[in-house]
């Protein structure tokens, strides 16, 4: 009888087959199921229930590295329910496989290519005892969920009418974009958009004298998809996270647009460009935001914190 390689290192892949490429036959399960290391475990997960039974199955192993198959949403999900069962010092390094509609967080590191041929190179670099590159990557918590996008009004806005179409994607991101320009163009503060919003932000125990909000936005990843930047500095000062927070006329907004889109810090009233530890942000009724494109409702108190960093991989 063959004895099993105990050296070997074991690579064990969540897939989302409800992630976009699967879904429109993009790319494909199969493939993945056919490279030829015995290392290799694939799990498939179209719901939380078997996600949660397969990131409890994994732990049991400790793989030495675990991928995500999937975009930000999929990557989002997958971690909460990692963090929930190892302890942060524990998490093994993570691969991501780009599958998803949007694919900001593997663009932090410049990870290049399709999920199928990143998962090969990595197999390849195993395989051949390569040095395999990882880099620090800060979350941010709200509650029990982590993540690396954060956002409330006009960039909940955006996603939700974004969301709303047929079918995720540029053209439908296209048309809301050009929604948002015609909301800007007649300074609209009450449209699906643009919209006011009466909030007290504090961050690291500082009043953000800013009211009423258009928008919110934090992360630790520089991109949020379209081509935006907005974040550039978001990975500066480990441990914690930027915010952008908009509180200018929609026009001004959209005269900025350009110098938003790269990241450029502006002098506007109604704008702020920090980091934090931190932020406290309250509100006299209910609000949506999003964690990385995921949609949750506050009760009108929501406190962000610095969250623990992660290992990410790069082949």
Avoid: W
Wanted: glycine share 8%; net charge positive; hydrophobic share 40%.
């Amino acid at each position: 009888m063959q004895r099993k390689d105990i050296s070997m290192k074991k690579i064990y892949v969540l897939l989302n087959p409800n992630a976009r490429s699967f879904r429109l036959r993009r790319a494909l399960i199969e493939k993945y199921e056919n490279f030829d290391y015995e290392g290799l475990k694939i799990f498939k997960s179209s719901d939380i229930d078997g996600l949660r039974v397969n990131v409890k199955k994994i732990s049991r192993d400790k793989p030495d590295y675990i991928c995500i198959g999937g975009g930000d949403g999929t990557i989002h999900v997958v971690l909460n329910e990692l963090m929930k069962v190892y302890k942060t010092s524990s998490l093994p390094p993570i691969l991501i496989l780009q599958e998803g509609t949007m694919n900001n967080i593997a663009r932090t590191i410049h990870l290049e290519g399709h999920g199928y041929e990143i998962l090969g190179r990595l197999i390849s670099a195993v395989k051949n005892k390569s040095n395999i590159p990882v880099f620090r990557r800060d979350t941010f918590q709200i509650d029990n969920r982590f993540g690396f996008i954060f956002g409330l009004g006009l960039v909940t806005n955006f996603l939700k009418l974004a969301y709303s179409g047929t079918e995720k994607g540029t053209l439908r991101n296209l048309y809301v974009a050009a929604k948002t320009a015609v909301e800007a163009l007649v300074n609209t503060t009450d449209g699906e958009i643009f919209a006011n919003m009466d909030l007290v932000i504090e961050a690291d125990g500082r009043d953000i004298l800013i009211n009423p909000v258009t928008g919110i936005l934090s992360g630790t990843v520089e991109h949020i998809g379209m081509g935006f930047s907005p974040l550039i500095e978001a990975a500066a000062f480990p441990g914690k996270f930027q915010t952008l927070i908009l509180g200018m006329k929609p026009r001004r907004v959209l005269f900025n647009i350009l110098k938003l889109k790269r990241g450029d810090k502006l002098s506007e009233a109604g704008y702020a460009n920090f980091h934090s530890t931190s932020m406290m942000i309250k509100s006299n009724t209910k609000f949506e935001y999003t964690i990385d494109g995921d949609i949750y409702i506050s009760d009108g108190t929501l406190c962000v914190e610095s969250g623990p960093a992660i290992t990410l991989v790069k082949v």
